[in-house]
Structures are given as C-alpha cells and as structure tokens.
C-alpha cells in the first residue's frame, strides 16, 4: 500500500494523456494523495497498465479511451468521469503530440499541422469546455493545461505546429481563467522544458548530438523529470494555489532565462 497524504481525499482529478510520461506520473501522483483518478487515452492497454499501477499501490482509479481532438470523445470522456465518480474537482489536461521537427513554415505538412492543433491546442479546449460545464455546477475546480516553454520562445526545432498549439494553450488558459475566475474554478498552465518522457526519447533525446544540444540549452545542467513537473500540478489544484489563476508557470531548468 502507498503512503496517502489526503491532500486530495474525496476528490476526483481527471488526467488526460494519462497512459505514460507526465499523464502517467502526475495519475499515480493524484492517486497518492487520496483522489479518485480518471485516466484518459487513445490505447487501452497503457491505460489499463496505468490504472493496474494506481490499484496495486491502493490506489482507485478507472481509464477511459478518447481523442480529445474529437468533441463527441471528449464530452463522453467526461460523462464517464461522472458516472464513475458522480463529480470532478480536478482536471490535468495533458494529451499532446509533437509534430514533425526541423520542417520549415513553408514546407510543413498541412495533415501533420491538423494533427498536433487537433490535439495539442482544440483537445485542451474540447476538454476544457465539458471540464467546466461539470465543474460549474458544482460551483468549484481546477483545472491545469499542459504547455511548453514552447509558448514563450520560437524554436526552429520542434516546428511552427507545436510552437502555435502551446502559444494557443497560453492565450486560452488565461481567457477561460478570466471568464471563470468568479465561479469558483481556477485555471493555470504548466509550461515545461525538456523533461525526460517516451515522448522525448523518441524526438530528441535518442541522438547524442541533439542530447547534448537540450543540455547545453538548460542553465542548470540536465533536463527534467516527470515528477518535476507533477509536484507544480497538484500545487496548481490543491488549496495551497487558491489565489492563483491564469498564470502559465515555466518549469525549464532556466531554459528561458
């Protein structure tokens, strides 16, 4: 059995993306502190794998299958979490692709484009928009997005898609943070840097060269870890953040500095 601080007992947080990396640390992270977890994903089996984590450390948690990107998937991913738990007090949404790197404007893939707004910048905003229909009858919540460094510094990179999608996320996290903040629901981003996830692995960090060039680009000598980032989302949901809305905090190692 894992330890329960309670911090969050009786309470119900929902994690899209929740299958691996930052969705899945940030899931088993919720769960330790005594809520009830929703995990969201396309693939059952990581979702099944991820929900088995949570339950054998005595944790309780139920997984649903949805593409964010889709409004139909997105609205019954948060009806399941209803009629799981009968509420929702925390939303930690995630889900995120990467796009292609190094393509210029001019020559990028208009499907590949369509592919990460679908899901990096619409699936925050089809998540959010069924997240607070729920939470606003309940008259309380939070609800954390995830961003990039990404929002705030241009990168040939990782590719004008993702650049756009995490600015969009900024702009949007502010304004439903702004039309809320009166109905007793906040709403704040996280904005990380390169943090150690499969997704990484599979984009950059799987070459030495590009390795050496995320490290050179982080003051403090090493990219992130999961739980890095995790230990600033549930700050973000918990009580301890209750005067805080609207803001899109870096978690970057310096990277911005």
Request: glycine share 10%; hydrophobic share 45%.
């Amino acid at each position: 059995m894992m330890p329960m601080t309670k911090r969050f007992e009786g309470k119900v947080a929902l994690v899209t993306g929740g299958t691996s990396g930052l969705g899945q640390d940030a899931a088993l992270a919720f769960a330790r502190e005594g809520a009830k977890v929703v995990v969201s994903g396309r693939r059952p089996e990581p979702g099944a794998e991820t929900v088995a984590l949570i339950r054998d450390q005595g944790g309780e948690a139920h997984f649903v299958q949805a593409d964010v990107s889709q409004p139909e998937s997105a609205e019954a991913m948060v009806r399941a979490c209803l009629d799981a738990y009968g509420r929702l007090d925390y939303a930690y949404n995630n889900a995120g692709i990467d796009g292609v790197p190094n393509v210029p404007t001019g020559e990028y893939d208009v499907e590949v484009w369509n592919r990460v707004i679908g899901t990096n910048l619409t699936g925050v905003f089809l998540s959010m928009k069924y997240e607070l229909q729920a939470m606003v009858k309940q008259g309380r919540g939070a609800i954390v997005n995830n961003s990039a460094v990404a929002a705030f510094k241009a990168s040939k990179v990782v590719g004008s898609a993702y650049i756009a999608s995490k600015h969009g996320v900024n702009g949007l996290t502010r304004t439903a943070a702004l039309e809320y903040a009166d109905k007793g629901i906040r709403i704040n981003a996280v904005c990380p840097a390169m943090i150690r996830t499969p997704m990484s692995d599979r984009s950059l960090l799987k070459n030495e060269a590009l390795l050496q060039r995320a490290l050179s680009m982080h003051p403090i000598g090493r990219i992130g870890t999961p739980a890095e980032v995790t230990a600033l989302v549930l700050f973000l949901c918990s009580d301890e953040a209750s005067f805080m809305t609207g803001t899109a905090i870096p978690v970057d190692g310096g990277f911005l500095c």
